[in-house]
């Protein structure tokens, strides 16, 4: 076969290293074993990056595609845990970088007739490594119904509510469970949702967060006060979203951690 050339390798003179390069937005069947002990099958976005000596013109993009491709037509936790290692290894770098997102499902039973739907969250595994050193971070979006607090003091009748957007990411010392990650924040906001609701469900989650009203610090500092309290979270950082029912903007609070205990 005849030799190619191998323009990736050739110097480049301009004397500028690149801090990640890679491809993005491939999509890949992935597997995640639930807490029934279930297994869950869905598709995963997959991001896969390393850095670029400045000596180097570019990267090999196959490579990256070939690391992923070994583990077979599904990949399992541990199969992601394993990428970063292998990229660097694989592609000759000093650090590995690795994004996967997916939609995880939950079956929730309706809390006054019992009728089960199924509710999607969004969860993303970020993975950062070194040849000595290996950081991972788990987030999850989850929806939840927010009651104003100020509306409902305020009011004669009723009170504004809306549906909000949580993002928590955490870094952790043990694994936790995703399904753990959605309950703790969802026991901090005025109600949780669900894809099915019939009439007396409906009655059901109205009067729960008109009962339970939060502004979004509310929310927020429920969350990180929670989190807190679990021995297995090294590192937190919740941000709310309130889509607003009566503004024409979002309310929007974020802690981290690390400056939170610095306030």
Same mark, same amino acid.
């Given at each position: ?14 004397? #500028?290293?690149?801090?990640? +390069?890679?491809? *993005? ?16 099958? =869905?598709?995963?976005? +997959? ?9 180097? *013109?570019? @990267?090999?993009? /196959? ?11 599904? #990949?399992?936790?541990?199969?992601? /845990? ?15 970088h690795i994004v996967i997102d997916f939609p995880?499902?939950? /079956? *929730?039973? %309706? ?9 999607? $969250? ?6 950062? %490594? ?7 971070? +788990? ?5 939840? =119904? @927010? #009651?104003?607090?100020?509306? *409902? ?14 993002? #928590?990411?955490i870094r952790f010392d043990r ?9 703790? +924040? ?7 949702? $669900? ?40 590192? $937190?950082?919740?941000? %709310? ?9 979002? %309310? $929007? ?11």
């Amino acid at each position: 076969m005849q030799e190619l050339k191998d323009t990736q390798n050739e110097p480049d003179e301009r004397n #500028l290293a690149i801090d990640r +390069v890679g491809v *993005k937005s491939l999509r890949y069947p992935i597997e995640i074993k639930d807490k029934a002990n279930e297994v869950q099958s =869905t598709v995963a976005t +997959v991001s896969m990056a390393v850095d670029l000596p400045h000596h180097y *013109k570019g @990267t090999h993009m /196959s490579r990256f595609i070939e690391v992923l491709s070994a583990h077979g037509p599904q #990949l399992s936790v541990r199969d992601m /845990s394993a990428i970063p290692g292998e990229l660097l290894e694989r592609l000759e770098a000093e650090r590995a970088h690795i994004v996967i997102d997916f939609p995880f499902f939950l /079956s *929730k039973a %309706a809390p006054a007739t019992g009728e089960r739907g199924l509710m999607d $969250y969004g969860v993303k595994f970020e993975i950062d %490594a070194t040849r000595d050193k290996i950081d991972c971070m +788990v987030t999850v979006e989850v929806p939840v =119904t @927010t #009651l104003c607090p100020c509306s *409902k003091a305020i009011s004669d009748r009723g009170a504004h509510n809306q549906r909000g957007l949580v993002t #928590l990411a955490i870094r952790f010392d043990r694994p936790i469970w995703i399904e753990d990650l959605v309950k703790l +924040v969802e026991s901090c906001a005025s109600s949780e949702l $669900y894809s099915l609701l019939k009439r007396p469900d409906e009655k059901v989650v109205t009067e729960r967060a008109y009962d339970n009203p939060v502004f979004v610090e509310d929310l927020v500092r429920a969350i990180a006060a929670k989190s807190n309290e679990q021995p297995d979270i090294l590192w $937190y950082r919740v941000e %709310a979203e309130n889509f607003e029912s009566i503004h024409n903007h979002n %309310a $929007y609070a974020m802690i981290e951690k690390d400056s939170a205990a610095r306030r």
